[in-house]
Structure formats: structure tokens, C-alpha cells
């Protein structure tokens, strides 16, 4: 893994808050995302997501430790997924906890969206 940089942390009140760690392994960037998704913190997240000017841009976004996710956050990656496969690239979800899995399965994320249990299984083919 290269050096993690610190994309953003961006608090929107009191516990309201979105950081993400950014690291490379094998070509794929992955980003490490802890806190909660939603509409104050949703500009960290897409920031963090833009691959523009990357050739063939694959993420995985490491999401164990977020606590919760709105609307805000599953339009932030649907954008992002549909974004990296017109550029021939992908976007997968791993470790993605209990109750934010819910709501991506109730509005049917996990069926566009690749959904891994772990980082590593999200790292491999």
C-alpha cells in the first residue's frame, strides 16, 4: 500500500462528520470512509470518488466504520459508479456494515453496485 493522504474531513455539527483516507494497492485506489453519509458531508465523499483524468479507474471504497448513510450518499455513488464505467473502470463497496447494507439493498444499490464482505475479496477479480 502507498501512503495514505487525508482526502477530507468535513464536519457539519457537533457529530456530523465524514473522514476519508485515501490509499493505493496493485493500481486501485481505495478510500476508507468513517462517519456518516449524507447531505453536510457529501461533497468529502464526492471529492474523494473523482477519478477524472485517470485512465481505467478502479475504486473500492472501504465502508466498515461508516455508521450511516442517507439518499445523499447512494446518489453520490451511483454518479460515481456509472462515472468510472464510461472510463472503463469500476467501483466496488466492501465491508459495508448491518444497517447502511439495508438501505443500499432497499433501494437495490447492491444490484448495480458490487458489494463485497471484505476489502480483500473487493481487491480481487
Keep these: 500500500m502507498s501512503e495514505a493522504e487525508m ?22 485506489r481505495v478510500l476508507t470512509l468513517a462517519g456518516e453519509i449524507d447531505h453536510h458531508t457529501g461533497d468529502t465523499l464526492r471529492q474523494a470518488l473523482d477519478a477524472a483524468g485517470t485512465p481505467r479507474p478502479r475504486i473500492v471504497v472501504d465502508m466498515r466504520q461508516v455508521t450511516f448513510m442517507d439518499s445523499s450518499g447512494i446518489n453520490i455513488l451511483l454518479v460515481a459508479h456509472r462515472a468510472l464505467s ?20 432497499i433501494v437495490g444499490v447492491d444490484a448495480v453496485i458490487d458489494c463485497r464482505d ?8
Aim: charged share 15%.
Design 7 to 28: 482526502t477530507g474531513t468535513e464536519q457539519a455539527g457537533p457529530s456530523v462528520q465524514l473522514s476519508v483516507v485515501t490509499t493505493a494497492t496493485d493500481g486501485i
Design 86 to 105: 464510461e472510463a472503463g473502470g469500476w467501483l466496488r463497496l466492501a465491508a459495508v456494515g448491518e444497517a447502511v447494507m439495508r438501505t443500499i439493498s
Design 118 to 125: 471484505t476489502l480483500r475479496q473487493a481487491l480481487t477479480n
